[in-house]
């Protein structure tokens, strides 16, 4: 039994009622929560969880907003926004609250001169959302930085740790995305030493690639997850050995963007949403989308791309529903 039971608890103060998720999300497209809080740090995420299961309430958290299409006008028991940024480095470890912004550290490790993040700068979300989804660009990953996380195991109660080995990781997915019990508190990241003048010209180059291609309208991200090789052959293999004779697959993926761009679906709008004319696999939002509009986007998309070319696009995004 909890030990708040018969008293009240501080985070009582902040939970807020019917709240509108809208304005938290990268696609400005949300619902309104029963409950919501924020936690800033362990002790209020504890307390926020305990309050939830004396309301015997469900419970759904909330990082950076990005990556998610909230596909319910309401959204069921108690949501838990991870907020605030705390961080700590040394050496080539940096170790971060959950909350903290993905893009944050990046900046903060290349001017230390530590190579590994250059890829994360310049994306939205946290750190923790980023290591639950296993997030990436440019042929990188935060699999390749994480030594160590600390995630809260609502179903036990208490905190636990798993070394890198134990977190599941494999494209875009882990054991924290598998397991809706565990939540990620801390991060630990193991980065290493680089020239400051390397790091920062493959940063520029990135930012660089990523201003230019990444639509200016809100937008969840990439839509669907690129499509392995190993995968892709299963599928049609005629088709991955020609994609692989052109030479389109890079580090053993191709975009889905590619097939939708082949498709000449770029521009095609539903409602307020409209596939990115600068690139194929952003929705973007207009001004007034719908998820219902996204969804009918996604699903076009789909559909057809499986008719022309026999495969299978699996969304990158996640449906945020209660």
Known sequence: MSRFNNKTMPIEKSIKKNYDLTALTTFKIGGRADFFVIAKNKQELIEAISWAKIKKLPIRFFAGGSNILITKKKIR???????GEEYSVKGDIISAWAGTGLSKLAGIAVGLGLSGLEWALGI????GGAVRGNAGAYGSDMS??????????????RLVKFKNCGCGFSYRHSIFKQNRNLFIVNVKLKLSRGQTA???????NNLFNRRRTNPQKPSAGCIFKNLEYTKLIKENRQLAEDLAVKGLFKGGKIGAGYFIDQLGLKGRARGGAKISERHANFIVNTGKASAEDIIDLINLIKKKVNSQ?????EEEIEYFAS
């Open 77 to 83: 028991g108690l949501v838990i926004k991870i907020s």
């Open 309 to 313: 070319y026999k495969i299978n696009l």
């Open 124 to 127: 939205p979300g946290s750190v």
């Open 198 to 204: 390397g790091i920062k010209n493959l940063v520029k």
């Open 144 to 157: 390749k930085q994480v030594a160590e996380v600390e995630a809260y195991d609502i179903s036990k109660g």
